[in-house]
């Protein structure tokens, strides 16, 4: 496995993280009255839609994004849907359950990839080659 694809798996690992918590904190607002539901986007994805249709004259007129730093690389977005789904807010808890699952299976996913990494460098250490 190469090291770019080991920084994915850290990323998406990262990702999967602050994801969880904004479904965490949709699901615990759900009976708050106002609340906006939140989703989590990347921003390098919105930054090449937006860097695609408009031009700047200026390099301060976007924050740039700081690769080093997991949370500058997500967005939060806040979804304007008016509908009242909970009764009082936009929250709609078999989808954030839905995601939740999905949120889940990813982060596994990846922690699954990268443990498997690490134990086949272990073992090549250890002398006992790759399995």
């Known amino acids: 496995m190469a090291q770019p694809?080991?920084?994915?798996?850290?990323?998406?690992?990262?990702?999967?993280?602050?994801?969880?918590?904004?479904i965490s904190r949709n699901i615990a607002n759900i009976g708050t009255e106002g609340y906006q539901r939140q989703d989590l986007q990347f921003k390098e994805i919105l930054s090449d839609a937006k860097s695609s249709n408009l031009r700047t004259s200026n390099e301060k007129h976007f924050?740039?994004?700081?690769s080093s730093?997991?949370?500058?690389?997500y967005q939060l977005t806040y979804d304007s849907?008016?509908?009242?789904?909970?009764?009082?807010?936009?929250?709609d808890i078999d989808k954030e359950?839905?995601?939740?699952?999905?949120?889940?299976i990813r982060f596994k996913f990846a922690a699954r990839k990268?443990?498997?990494?690490?134990?086949?460098?272990q073992n090549v250490i250890k002398g006992g080659g790759t399995s």
């Open 69 to 73: 730093s997991a949370e500058s690389e």
């Open 5 to 22: 694809v080991v920084k994915s798996l850290e990323r998406m690992l990262d990702y999967c993280t602050q994801k969880q918590k904004v």
């Open 81 to 91: 849907d008016e509908e009242k789904l909970s009764g009082h807010n936009n929250v």
């Open 63 to 66: 924050d740039t994004i700081n």
């Open 97 to 104: 359950m839905a995601e939740m699952a999905e949120n889940t």
């Open 114 to 121: 990268m443990s498997d990494y690490f134990k086949s460098i």
